[in-house]
């Protein structure tokens, strides 16, 4: 063997391990986020089959004021309190109503527009996409499970890479058949090899497309993707942020759920105290109740007559937050209403007035749920969702059929691998990523202590 070509299976070997390792460590967490997923992206087509009658109602010409449906949800939950109202766009549907109660957790109550009637209500992190919504983000375990999720979103990435060049026909004219599509025929280990190549290879462009419109959304990386946008002013439009008092809070923070663009924007406040918001604001203040009619007049005078979500204040300070969240985000619009002088606060924002990252990412994020293009966008987000599970399937057996028995069987690492251009991108990603830079650092030197002797 000449010296290159010893080099050339060096690094194959090296990025056969890494690929290895990347591998056993997120498959687990990949088939649950895929599942999760599949689920998410059809979440109203399930809810609208499990419960219709919260769901559909006659349809009516025209609506009781929003005050007489907050009304009465909070007296289907004596002592409750309601944050939000998500008032419908089409007339066959019911309005949504936040409402935490004096105990237990917190209820989404659904009013029939047309009368006010209470229709019901659920507990949403009950229902299967509530479940699949809260495991997608953080497993269910919260911080933690978020952050862990991030982790495995990162190195998928190395997977995708690390895939992508064991693909690579090596020598040779390469053939097809088990290349660019896979081999049925085969049996064993072959079996398994020839549909985990093709299998990425077709689906390797919408995963990544996944991962990287996830990644605004997560804990580390998500925060770091907005500080930095804004500061470059490619974000949220800082001229939107004059009209923030110096200690108001983010809108994210104020109202428990904004568009990804506004979630670090400072929360305007009303002209009266000075108290802060420490947590998605609820409300029974009758005052404040009463006040949700003008609002919805006036935001109905600014063209929003259905279809937006309407944050009620909790605190003195505290003000009417109205945004639309539709399918395509070229739509969206927030105002801020004053919640004594129920004026208007500052200028009302709109997707075109946001920087161009905030853009993308609003237009990635919603392809990534399946929103943008309808169901033929929910059918394409589908294919990498299944493709993970064959991936994920099809590497594991690959694994476990060629893995000696009492051992990892993990691609021992060989000396003479030309890597510094691979190392340097890895301390690349790892600064842009910086969770995934700390998650390297700890499984090189494991991998160095411990699971060399392993192998």
């Known amino acids: 063997m000449t010296v290159n070509a010893s080099r050339s299976a060096a690094l194959y070997r090296t990025i056969w391990r890494w690929h290895f390792w990347a591998g ?4 687990p967490i990949l088939l ?9 992206l059809f979440g109203d087509e399930i809810d609208d089959a499990l419960y219709p009658q919260l769901r559909f109602v006659q349809p009516h010409a025209a609506s009781v004021p929003a005050s007489a449906m907050i009304r009465a949800a909070l007296a289907a939950q ?5 944050s939000r109202i998500d008032l419908p766009d089409q007339p066959d549907r019911s309005a949504l109503l936040f409402v935490t109660p004096p105990e237990g957790r917190p209820l989404r109550v659904y009013a029939d527009p047309g009368t006010g009637r209470v229709l019901g209500s659920l507990d949403y992190a009950l229902t299967p996409v509530g479940w699949a919504n809260d495991m997608h983000g953080s497993l269910t375990i919260g911080t933690w499970g978020g952050r862990i999720v991030e982790l495995a979103a990162c190195w998928t990435l190395v997977l995708i890479a690390t895939g992508l060049f064991l693909w690579c026909p090596r020598g040779g004219r390469p053939q097809l058949a088990g290349t660019l599509w896979p081999r049925l025929s085969r049996r064993g280990r072959r079996f398994w090899r020839d549909l985990h190549g093709p299998v990425g290879l077709w689906t390797v462009g919408l995963i990544a497309f996944l991962i990287i419109t996830g990644l605004p959304w997560a804990g580390v990386q998500g925060d770091l993707i907005q500080r930095v946008s804004a500061a470059a002013g490619v974000g949220y439009p800082a001229s939107f942020r004059a009209h923030g008092a110096p200690n108001s809070v983010p809108v994210k923070a104020a109202l428990g759920d904004a568009p990804w663009t506004l979630e670090t924007a400072p929360m305007p406040q009303s002209h009266a105290g000075h108290a802060g918001h420490d947590a998605p604001p609820a409300t029974s203040d009758g005052a404040a109740i009463v006040g949700v009619d003008r609002v919805t007049a006036l935001l109905a005078a600014r063209g929003m007559t259905g279809g937006y979500r309407l944050h009620l204040p909790a605190a003195p300070n505290g003000v009417y937050a109205a945004y639309t969240y539709p399918d395509q985000p070229e739509g969206q619009r927030t105002i801020y209403v004053d919640r004594y002088s129920f004026r208007q606060i500052g200028p009302e924002v709109r997707f075109a007035d946001y920087g161009w990252v905030g853009r993308a990412v609003e237009l990635g994020v919603q ?13 394409l987000m589908l294919v990498p969702c299944i493709g993970i599970w064959l991936l994920a399937i099809s590497g594991v057996a690959m694994w476990w059929k060629r893995r000696p028995r009492g051992t990892i069987g993990a691609p021992p690492p060989l000396s003479g691998a030309r890597v510094g251009g691979l190392l340097a991108t890895l301390v690349v990603a790892g600064i842009l990523l910086p969770l995934f830079g700390a998650s390297l650092v700890i499984l090189a030197t494991a991998d160095r202590l411990l699971f060399s002797r392993m192998a």
């Open 367 to 379: 392809i990534h749920m399946g929103n943008y293009f309808g169901t033929a966008n929910q059918l």
């Open 24 to 27: 056993l460590i997120v498959a």
């Open 78 to 82: 004596p002592g409750g309190a309601v």
């Open 32 to 40: 649950i986020l895929s599942l999760t997923g599949a689920i998410y």
